[in-house]
């Protein structure tokens, strides 16, 4: 019996190389453009290199996938433990670049069932860290019996994706005004933003 193929270790320089290369490849070109070759020459590697870290190129979009997430996770904890959580929730739900990368992804699951199983795992996670920091914070303000903490995260995540979409498509009528409805409502909870947008 063949033994199984040799795989680079996870934390070699190549291998990141290879992650931010497919990654700016998704973003600038979208998912259809993300190919082994494509990935390489873009790392200014050889393409052999790809498979050698990566034994398929789902492997690898998960890969992108898995690090953005767990970044994304940081940022929302620390979001949602800031003194205007509501304010960061916001504005992390509404990043562009953010959103970007996760309508790509979004397009690559409608393909992929691997790539969609992990987005459902981790658009799980985010949900129910949503949630449970709001279960704390909606109280503070006086929310907890007019607003649902499930309800409030599936409409700043929905009402996120759905903005960035019609952007995309090259249309946004109405966009400023249920922008202008949204921050509103923030500024009567928790006053002037006192951060900086995400980056």
Avoid: C
């Amino acid at each position: 019996m063949a033994s199984p193929r040799r795989i680079g270790a996870p934390d070699a320089k190549n291998r990141g190389v290879l992650l931010d290369a497919a990654e700016r490849l998704l973003l600038e070109e979208g998912h259809t453009a993300v190919s082994s070759r494509r990935v390489a020459a873009r790392a200014g590697l050889k393409p052999q290199l790809v498979h050698y870290y990566f034994r398929t190129m789902d492997d690898l979009l998960i890969e992108v996938f898995r690090r953005r997430a767990e970044e994304g996770l940081a940022f929302q904890a620390a979001a949602l433990a800031s003194e205007q959580p509501l304010w960061a929730l916001w504005r992390y739900s509404t990043d562009p670049a953010a959103v970007a990368i996760t309508m790509e992804f979004t397009g690559l699951a409608a393909q992929s069932e691997a790539v969609r199983t992990e987005m459902a795992r981790y658009s799980e996670l985010f949900r129910r860290a949503q949630i449970a920091a709001l279960e704390k914070i909606l109280p503070r303000y006086g929310l907890a019996e007019s607003l649902s903490p499930v309800v409030l995260t599936v409409l700043i995540s929905s009402l996120s994706r759905m903005l960035s979409l019609e952007t995309a498509l090259g249309f946004d009528t109405g966009h400023a005004e249920t922008i202008t409805l949204i921050e509103s409502l923030l500024l009567d909870l928790e006053g002037e933003p006192r951060l900086a947008p995400t980056a």
